[in-house]
């Protein structure tokens, strides 16, 4: 059998062969700032920061100022399987996301970033007989994902204690194909086009402590819980079967209600801030999918059916270990209030290729936040990263992929009083 990858631009914000199974590959969900840390979030208060991963840390939003950021990426992927490499390149749009504080000890945030991405294009070939008379060929596509648009509230309901969620509206189109086809054109072929569209919601349930220690350090504690649920999606498979001598096609469509589903997922971290120049944090996330099932075609004893797999699924689970170093966030120089950010994960896969695990997943990433300092506004942000991330499982392809992450966080004073003397 010979395999190749062939990768095609993709505006979904991904390459990856690997996205053709589940609901496609999973996005980070991070602001710029986060990302420098490679996601790290769970116990981070950040005045000046919109973290989306815990929405309790909106109640820590400065009360003077309305922050904006938005942000992009470019990467370059390498895909290597059997001796044989190919490269890709894609950028995509990541997110915009804008914070606030709406009244003493609460905030505000609302903004759009993908949830899931799709985008694969490549082929397989195999010989069927010990001739090479006739070479069986197929083309695997695959586009799409899902979004997700959210409004978020955080409140500081005691002292050190915040709550905080985020109700989003989540939504999307799916598609994936596998086209057949032969050498020998008197050999029927069969081709499968699998669609699905997603109208649903997404709640996440945040919640952060603050605990004081000595004047000069704090460590903060915080968990999130998303709710698990039916995603109102109707997916369809379409088998189409060609008669090439004669043209003729026979097509069979199947289709199963409420045949898509996100899991329940906790995530529970902490971070030591010592003097404001050091914070140093790791979280700890878990999704249960293996409770989710999704659809699959099947043929067995020649009976073709369309039906959800309860061992499609396996439980993930990734850890984050990362930080930051500042030495003056208000001082005067300019390499004073420059931000150094550092951080790694390791996660297993959500998804099985052909009945075992897919794909470990590896990561590093090393940024800086940069003071954007003029006459009219010294307190925005612009947030680079870069980030290695392996993808990596016995049997399978190896993916290893550099991303550029460049975020801007604007941070503007529209409800500070003036006073006229």
Not at 44 to 61: D, G, K
Not at 65 to 83: A, K
Request: contains cysteine; charged residues 15%.
């Amino acid at each position: 059998m010979a395999a190749s990858v062939v990768p095609a631009l993709a505006q979904s914000g991904t390459n990856s062969p690997y996205s053709q199974y589940g609901l496609g590959q999973q996005s980070e969900q991070t602001s710029g700032f986060n990302r420098g840390m490679n996601g790290l979030g769970q116990g981070f208060r950040e005045h000046n920061q919109v973290n989306y991963i815990n929405p309790a840390s909106y109640s820590a939003l400065d009360s003077l100022t309305f922050i904006f950021d938005v942000g992009l990426s470019g990467q370059i992927t390498n895909f290597s399987e059997n001796g044989i490499k190919k490269n890709a390149n894609n950028g995509d749009f990541e997110y915009a996301v804008a914070g606030f504080r709406a009244f003493k000890h609460v905030g505000v945030s609302f903004g759009i970033l993908p949830y899931t991405n799709i985008g694969y294009n490549y082929s397989t070939s195999k010989a069927l007989d010990a001739d090479h008379t006739t070479t069986s060929y197929n083309t695997y596509s695959g586009s799409g994902g899902l979004h997700q648009v959210y409004l978020g509230i955080g409140w500081q309901i005691l002292k050190g204690l915040s709550i905080g969620a985020n109700m989003a509206y989540l939504w999307g189109d799916m598609s994936r194909s596998v086209v057949n086809s032969y050498s020998d054109s008197y050999v029927n072929t069969l081709s499968k086009y699998y669609t699905a569209t997603a109208n649903s919601y997404k709640l996440d349930l945040g919640l952060q402590y603050l605990l004081s220690i000595g004047r000069k350090n704090s460590v903060t504690i915080g968990a999130t819980y998303t709710f698990g649920h039916k995603l109102s999606s109707e997916p369809t498979c379409m088998v189409v079967s060609t008669n090439p001598s004669t043209a003729v096609s026979d097509t069979t469509q199947y289709s199963i209600k409420d045949g898509l589903e996100i899991p329940n997922a906790l995530a529970v971290g902490l971070m030591w801030n010592h003097n404001n120049k050091w914070k140093v944090g790791f979280d700890f996330n878990y999704q249960n999918w293996s409770d989710v099932s999704f659809p699959v075609y099947t043929v067995a004893n020649n009976v073709p059916s369309y039906v959800l797999n309860n061992n499609y699924y396996s439980d993930r689970y990734k850890y984050t270990l990362g930080g930051e170093y500042c030495k003056n966030e208000y001082g005067r120089k300019f390499f004073d209030r420059l931000k150094y950010r550092i951080g790694a994960s390791y996660a297993t896969p959500y998804y099985k290729v052909n009945g075992s695990d897919g794909p470990k997943e590896y990561s590093l990433s090393a940024g800086f936040g940069i003071p954007i300092v003029n006459s009219y506004n010294n307190r925005s942000l612009l947030n680079i990263s870069a980030q290695w991330v392996h993808f990596a499982a016995n049997g399978l392809l190896t993916e290893n992929t550099f991303r550029i992450n460049i975020g801007l966080t604007f941070n503007e004073r529209w409800f500070m009083k003036w006073k006229v003397d």
